[in-house]
T-cell receptor
Framework: NAGVTQTPKFQVLKTGQSMTLQCAQDMNHEYMSWYRQDPGMGLRLIHYSVGAGITDQGEVPNGYNVSRSTTEDFPLRLLSAAPSQTSVYFC???????????FGAGTRLSVL | GQQVMQIPQYQHVQEGEDFTTYCNSSTTLSNIQWYKQRPGGHPVFLIQLVKSGEVKKQKRLTFQFGEAKKNSSLHITATQTTDVGTYFCADYKLSFGAGTTVTVRA
């Protein structure tokens, strides 16, 4: 049982480039979310989804897009990367009605 | 902004000593969770508290939910090097505190 899988683990981008961070879970969880983690800021919610076809914005959604075409996958898209998006990104999933979240290993992104 | 506030932000502990970290909210929480993140790792769920005044223990870790359900605490006794990491609380809206980063002096 792989749990929550994030790819890539590391990425360096130039300002203005686009990319997609992948997240997949094999636990049949309805709820999935994306966080970014910056020093001293804890984990801030970017976007979340309560099920396939349903997404909503979190605390810091600007500059990011998401979609949820299947229960398993929840990719995060950066359309035009900016240095302010340098961060560690975590994907998490949970059962509907449960607050207990299972996190992926994270993607460490640097935007130059 | 963050709905739950954690203090202290950093905790430097001598091995063998006890310490407590706190999580506070201005609103009543239906439940609260605690997570631990080891250096370079990802957050891992520790425990969830639901009832007013609830106390749960995991070996040397004691978690408590306040009577008014607006605060929570994590108390670690006889700190060990394995306790190094950042401890986060999260409310029922999945809003995380900024965390308490714990370092241990051997």
């Amino acid at each position: 049982n792989a749990g929550v899988t994030q790819t890539p683990k590391f990425q360096v981008l130039k300002t203005g480039q686009s990319m997609t961070l992948q997240c997949a879970q094999d636990m049949n969880h309805e709820y999935m979310s994306w966080y970014r983690q910056d020093p001293g800021m804890g984990l801030r919610l970017i976007h979340y989804s309560v099920g396939a076809g349903i997404t909503d914005q979190g605390e810091v959604p600007n500059g990011y897009n998401v979609s949820r075409s299947t229960t398993e996958d929840f990719p995060l898209r950066l359309l035009s990367a900016a240095p302010s998006q340098t961060s560690v990104y975590f994907c998490a999933s949970s059962y509907s009605g449960s607050n207990i979240q299972y996190f992926g290993a994270g993607t460490r992104l640097s935007v130059l | 902004g963050q709905q739950v506030m954690q203090i202290p932000q950093y905790q430097h502990v001598q091995e063998g000593e006890d310490f407590t970290t706190y999580c506070n909210s201005s609103t009543t929480l239906s439940n609260i969770q605690w997570y631990k993140q080891r250096p370079g790792g990802h957050p891992v769920f520790l425990i969830q508290l639901v009832k007013s005044g609830e106390v749960k223990k995991q070996k040397r870790l004691t978690f408590q939910f306040g009577e008014a359900k607006k605060n929570s605490s994590l108390h670690i006794t006889a700190t060990q090097t394995t306790d190094v990491g950042t401890y986060f609380c999260a409310d029922y809206k999945l809003s995380f505190g900024a965390g308490t980063t714990v370092t241990v002096r051997a």
